[in-house]
């Protein structure tokens, strides 16, 4: 699916940059300036910017711009401290928000028209998986050493061959679940706007979609990290 | 371009999508039964049920969100496209 407009890829070729027209461009330079590489760098440029100018210096007695990030902070420390522990949670905060604010951000950018979503392609969503997926085996082996192969070995030793077949699996399915959940219902939103707009763009057929496609937004950036808590929780504590 | 191709290909992106939304739609309507007796019996863990059940119903949607992304591949990225000569 192509967009019709985008705003940063006009841009782009305006200034005589390549522009891929399939999902992956060809040449080293295509791919720099393909759509969802462009808007993640614009994502991630509005990240590092805004924080700044909003926040300004700290001062005892907050205003509109520190309340806000205090209050925002304070709820995902809380909400991660509930599953992760004290300790855990001040390990695991700073990848995690920024998980959380990427995709909260990345997700709502694409309802204005003019701009997409760089979580409707795979290949940022599977990149994230992929960082989620390795620390949380990392973070088995980090605790527990090479006992972690424990957590694979199910709760009895007759049906271990069998019970690590499984969890294999299982933990395999995690990367494909994971990044196909986030993937899926960006992508499901964008092209349900873009249908509803040429089916009946005139008549604001859209405009309920665009309202679910907030609820969508949230919830979805809340899975994402509630779960990948939930993997990194799961290879922290103790083998059953 | 064999029409009949195209026609079955259409077939089994709908089917891909309706069943997985058949299958969904009952999983997430149990979830919120469950939630709303859970609120009926004991409005003050509202909150907390209401947080577990959106949950649980993201949870289930990703099952239905995975039949679309099938019905997507067959429709625009299918795999077999050039052994199909589309």
Same mark, same amino acid.
């Given at each position: 699916m192509e967009h019709p407009i985008l705003f940063i890829s006009l841009i782009l070729q305006g200034l005589g940059l390549p522009v891929p !027209?399939?999902? &992956?461009? !060809?040449?080293l330079l295509e791919k720099l300036c393909a759509p969802y590489m462009t808007y993640t760098w614009m994502v991630m440029i509005f990240l590092v910017v805004v924080p700044r100018l909003t926040m300004g210096k700290l001062e005892m007695v907050p205003g509109s711009g520190q309340n806000f990030w205090e209050v925002t902070i304070g709820g995902l420390m809380d909400f991660f401290t509930e599953n992760l522990g004290e300790k855990g949670a001040k390990m695991l905060f700073p990848m995690m928000a920024t998980f959380f604010f990427y995709i909260i951000l990345a997700n709502m950018i =694409? +309802? &204005?028209? =003019?701009f997409m979503s760089p979580t409707s392609s795979l290949n940022i969503t599977l990149a994230m998986t992929l960082i989620v997926w390795v620390t949380h085996h990392v973070l088995g082996f980090k605790y527990h =050493? +090479?006992?972690?192969?424990k957590h694979f070995m199910g709760p009895s030793k007759a049906l271990a061959p069998f019970m690590f077949l499984l969890e294999l699996i299982s933990n395999f399915a995690r990367m494909i679940s994971l990044s196909m959940r986030l993937f899926g219902n960006i992508l499901a939103k964008e092209v349900l706007l873009g249908v509803l707009f040429m089916l009946a763009g005139a008549f604001f057929a859209p405009l309920p979609i665009l309202c679910l496609g907030v609820l969508v937004s949230v919830i979805q950036a809340v899975v994402f990290v509630l779960l990948s808590l939930l993997y990194c929780a799961g290879s922290m504590e103790h083998a059953h | 371009m064999d029409k009949l191709t195209l026609g079955l290909i259409c077939i089994g992106a709908a089917l891909s999508i309706g069943l997985a939304g058949f299958g969904a739609g009952i999983g997430m309507g149990n979830g919120l039964r469950g939630a709303c007796d859970g609120v009926a019996r004991n409005p003050e863990a509202k909150g907390a049920i209401t947080t577990t059940m959106i949950l649980g119903m993201a949870l289930c949607e990703s099952i239905a969100i995975y039949g679309l992304v099938i019905a997507f591949i067959l429709l625009y990225?299918?795999?077999f496209k050039a052994a199909l000569g589309l």
């Amino acid at each position: 699916m192509e967009h019709p407009i985008l705003f940063i890829s006009l841009i782009l070729q305006g200034l005589g940059l390549p522009v891929p !027209h399939t999902p &992956i461009g !060809h040449t080293l330079l295509e791919k720099l300036c393909a759509p969802y590489m462009t808007y993640t760098w614009m994502v991630m440029i509005f990240l590092v910017v805004v924080p700044r100018l909003t926040m300004g210096k700290l001062e005892m007695v907050p205003g509109s711009g520190q309340n806000f990030w205090e209050v925002t902070i304070g709820g995902l420390m809380d909400f991660f401290t509930e599953n992760l522990g004290e300790k855990g949670a001040k390990m695991l905060f700073p990848m995690m928000a920024t998980f959380f604010f990427y995709i909260i951000l990345a997700n709502m950018i =694409g +309802l &204005i028209p =003019g701009f997409m979503s760089p979580t409707s392609s795979l290949n940022i969503t599977l990149a994230m998986t992929l960082i989620v997926w390795v620390t949380h085996h990392v973070l088995g082996f980090k605790y527990h =050493g +090479l006992k972690y192969y424990k957590h694979f070995m199910g709760p009895s030793k007759a049906l271990a061959p069998f019970m690590f077949l499984l969890e294999l699996i299982s933990n395999f399915a995690r990367m494909i679940s994971l990044s196909m959940r986030l993937f899926g219902n960006i992508l499901a939103k964008e092209v349900l706007l873009g249908v509803l707009f040429m089916l009946a763009g005139a008549f604001f057929a859209p405009l309920p979609i665009l309202c679910l496609g907030v609820l969508v937004s949230v919830i979805q950036a809340v899975v994402f990290v509630l779960l990948s808590l939930l993997y990194c929780a799961g290879s922290m504590e103790h083998a059953h | 371009m064999d029409k009949l191709t195209l026609g079955l290909i259409c077939i089994g992106a709908a089917l891909s999508i309706g069943l997985a939304g058949f299958g969904a739609g009952i999983g997430m309507g149990n979830g919120l039964r469950g939630a709303c007796d859970g609120v009926a019996r004991n409005p003050e863990a509202k909150g907390a049920i209401t947080t577990t059940m959106i949950l649980g119903m993201a949870l289930c949607e990703s099952i239905a969100i995975y039949g679309l992304v099938i019905a997507f591949i067959l429709l625009y990225a299918n795999p077999f496209k050039a052994a199909l000569g589309l």
